[in-house]
Every structure is written in structure tokens, then in C-alpha cells.
């Protein structure tokens, strides 16, 4: 052990609310996914808190517990959901109809799928332009709408008598834009909403509502939501924990495991071409440019700062990378990514790789929803305010404090969490260094 002080961390006492805005394929493969595996009838495979152990001291101590039982996780049998969504469909109808998982598992789970009805969501066709959906909240301005989700965040917590809670946006993915004046200081960003300024999106009005409930708050897309000066204040100044953005599954994933391991062998790249077909709702979404813009500046951002070109000049500083999304409805959920990457080696000979991730996205998201979600309760119990870079492992385009550059290697991002894991209990951060075996 260090002489460290463990951090004070908060039992995982009662149920934990989990409030999603967003009750479509992703959020409903997770609550599903739940529900078996709490019935023993599905295993959490792709889950971190779930299964995966975290080495502990030397290599020769055998110390390696999982990391559920070495950090005070909320158990999934306290796991209460709730959300909001522009179409009524319950969680069961929401599931059936997007047709991830199969009909006689959902038939199992039908029960707690059924009792989750989404709330009337905040919604702006200016964001998300080609779906439409008649479960909105109408009534007065933004400002209005963000004390009605205040109202709905606090019925909610009432009637399932929970006693935290942790909010994570798994809605459609909003059209790019950049943060403007109105998003500085909080006074300025409930002005803004009070005279129902355009620059205020629906995904931020969920933020602030989670935000001033004293709830943490996670973005699973790539829109620009709470990572804006006004909400992050917020979030340090009720000493709230917060994370993001846009869920790092298919072909991003492969992005942040291969170009690495190119870089640590010091292998020149000279193009990276991505092109994706799927036909689920987030597919229909990103067939609007806006939408595909916010996409693809989280997608285009992962290799130049993995493989940093300024530093490297000779190998990656005429990279050519592209990224495309094609809607295509026989596909569904089952996604397919194809990726063409050509890289070079000794003396500048050409070499070529081939991959075609036939993935499938929401299998992919739902243990990352899982994790972030106990992640954050735990971060929230243990005193941990702002952003959550140790988090970044799950996403597309990590959060992190001003004036630093994101880490997207994977295996850093790793290290990372288990580190901040160990820092938590007041254990010796792992190095890797090794010499002390040798000595």
C-alpha cells in the first residue's frame, strides 16, 4: 500500500436513478441487457465494472481483484430507469422496433421494459431535422423547458425513491455549432434560453436540468452540449462530476486500437479512408449534413492527435483521412465499417490494410452506457467535480481541461482509469517501469 490517504468515498446506499434523454436502440439494448443479466439469463460482456480485474502491487503479489469488488460500485439490482423521447413507445415497444436484440429475449424482460414510458422530451427540429415525433414538450420558451425537465427529474426521483442519480444523454446526434457568446457564464446561457435564443440546443437544456438537480451528467454524442464554459462551471461549482463525448464503439475503436500500435513502430501513414453503412435511427439522423458535421469532426479528430504529425513530421504530416456515413435501411442496427489505410515502411515502401467491422453498434454501446453510468456515481460519492478525463477510455472525443490535447490511445486511456481507480483506494499507481525486479 502507498502512504497515500484512500480517498473518502460514499457507500453505494439505495437506488440509483439512471435518467436517459433518448429511449431508442442504444438506451433500450442497455436496459434490456440490464434486466437479463440481472435474471441471469445474459452476461455483461464488453463491461469493465462487470468483469475486468485491475492488477494490484507488484506483479509477483497476485493481487488482481475485479474491479466491482475493489471499488464500491452501486449494484444493477438498484439500477432504476427512466427518460424522455420524442415518440411514446415504451422501452419494450422502442426495443422491438429497433430490432437489436432478438424477440424471444425481449419477451423475458418484457415486464420492466413496459413500465418505462418516456417522459415528453425538449426537442428542436432545427437540430435534428429528419425525424419528427410527437412526444415534445411545447409549452413557453427553453427557459420553461428547462424547468419542466427540472419538474420530470424530480417526480421521477420521488416516485422510484432513489437516492442518487446520474444522467446520460443517448439522443440523436444534434448539428454542429461552435460555442457562442451565450454559452460563457450561466447568466448569459439562461438569458439566452428565457428569449429562446437558437444558439441554446435541446441537449444542453437536459445538461443544465441535470446539472442544477445535483445530477452527473454524460454526453454519449458528439453535439456540443455541457462542454461549454457556462455548464462546466456549473458542474465544478455544485461539485458535480461530468464526461464526454460521443461513444467510442465501431470503427473509431479500431481507430484508437491499430494507430498505436503503427505509431510505437514507427510506421509512416499517407492515407485512411472510413466509409460506414447502417440503417438505424442514428443512421436516418446523420443523413442530414449538420448532424453528419458534428460526427465527423469527433471521427476526423482521433488519428491526427494519436499519431501527431507536428511531432512526426516525415511520417504523418500528409495524412489523407476520410470519413463517410451512408444511410442504409436494410442494414439496421448491424452497421458495417470499412476502413482502407495506407501506411508505409523501410525506405518508403507502400503497404496496404483492408478491415470490415461487421459491428454491431448498440451491442457495442450498451456496457459503455453501463460503465459510465457507475463510473460516474462512483466519481460523484467519492467527492470528484468537472471533468472526468480518466473516462475518456469510452469516448470519441474525450473531454479535458482547457489548454491540454484529448488522449485517444486506448491503452493510455487505460491506464488512466485503472490509475485513477488505484489513486482512489490508496493503492501505488502501476508504472510499468519493472527495474525493481531485476535490481
Known amino acids: ?132 415525433g410527437p412526444n415534445v414538450k411545447t409549452q413557453g420558451t427553453k427557459f420553461d423547458k428547462a424547468q419542466a425537465l427540472l419538474e420530470d427529474i424530480k417526480n421521477f426521483q420521488q416516485a422510484n425513491q432513489v437516492a442518487r442519480s446520474v444522467m446520460i444523454w443517448c439522443g440523436s446526434t444534434e448539428v454542429f455549432h461552435k460555442p457562442s457568446e451565450v454559452h460563457q457564464t450561466l447568466a448569459s446561457f439562461e438569458e439566452a434560453m428565457k428569449r429562446n435564443d437558437p444558439e441554446i440546443a435541446p441537449s444542453q437544456i437536459y445538461a ?101 504529425p507536428h511531432l512526426y513530421p516525415m511520417l504523418y504530416k500528409d495524412l489523407y483521412h476520410a470519413v463517410r456515413i451512408n444511410y442504409y435501411p436494410p442494414r439496421g442496427d448491424a452497421k458495417e465499417g470499412w476502413d482502407n489505410i495506407d501506411i508505409f515502411g523501410w525506405l518508403g515502401y507502400p503497404m496496404q490494410i483492408k478491415i470490415d467491422f461487421l459491428c454491431r453498434d448498440s451491442i457495442l454501446a450498451a456496457p459503455l452506457v453501463l460503465d459510465l453510468i457507475l463510473f460516474l456515481d462512483l466519481a460523484q460519492r467519492a467527492g470528484m467535480r468537472g471533468i472526468q478525463e480518466w473516462l475518456s477510455f469510452y469516448f470519441k472525443a474525450p473531454m479535458h481541461a482547457p489548454g491540454l490535447y484529448p488522449e485517444h490511445d486506448i491503452f493510455i486511456q487505460l491506464m488512466k482509469l485503472k490509475n485513477t481507480l488505484r489513486w482512489m483506494r490508496g493503492e501505488d499507481l502501476i508504472t510499468h517501469l519493472g527495474l525493481e525486479y531485476y535490481d
Open 208 to 308: 443544465y436540468a441535470a446539472l442544477l438537480s445535483g445530477i452527473p451528467f454524460a454526453n454519449g454524442a458528439p453535439n456540443l452540449t455541457h462542454d461549454i464554459p457556462a455548464l462546466l462551471d456549473l458542474a465544478r461549482e455544485r461539485n458535480l462530476p461530468v464526461c464526454g463525448k460521443d461513444f467510442k464503439t465501431g470503427q473509431t475503436f479500431m481507430k484508437t486500437l491499430l494507430a498505436p500500435g503503427f505509431k510505437a513502430r514507427m510506421l509512416g501513414m499517407s492515407g485512411w479512408f472510413s466509409t460506414n453503412i447502417l440503417g438505424n435511427r442514428d443512421g436516418e439522423v446523420l443523413h442530414d449534413p449538420g448532424s453528419f458535421k458534428s460526427k465527423e469532426e469527433t471521427k476526423l479528430s482521433v488519428l491526427d492527435s494519436i499519431l501527431q
Open 1 to 132: 500500500m502507498s502512504n497515500q490517504e484512500n480517498v473518502k468515498i460514499a457507500p453505494a446506499q439505495g437506488k440509483l436513478g439512471v435518467l436517459i434523454p433518448g429511449i431508442g436502440a442504444v438506451s433500450t439494448t442497455f436496459m434490456a441487457g440490464v434486466e437479463a443479466i440481472k435474471r441471469g439469463i445474459g452476461q455483461p460482456i464488453g463491461s469493465l465494472t462487470q468483469l475486468a480485474t485491475i492488477r494490484l502491487g507488484k506483479r509477483t503479489e497476485n493481487r488482481s481483484p475485479y474491479i466491482k469488488d475493489f471499488v464500491p460500485l452501486a449494484n444493477l439490482d438498484d439500477l432504476v430507469f427512466g427518460g424522455w423521447d420524442i415518440y411514446e413507445d415504451s422501452a419494450y415497444q422502442a426495443a422491438s422496433k429497433a430490432q437489436v436484440l432478438e424477440a424471444s429475449l425481449l419477451e423475458k424482460v418484457r415486464q420492466p421494459l413496459e413500465a418505462i414510458r418516456p417522459m415528453k422530451a425538449v426537442f428542436e427540429q432545427d437540430y435534428v431535422r429528419l425525424i419528427n
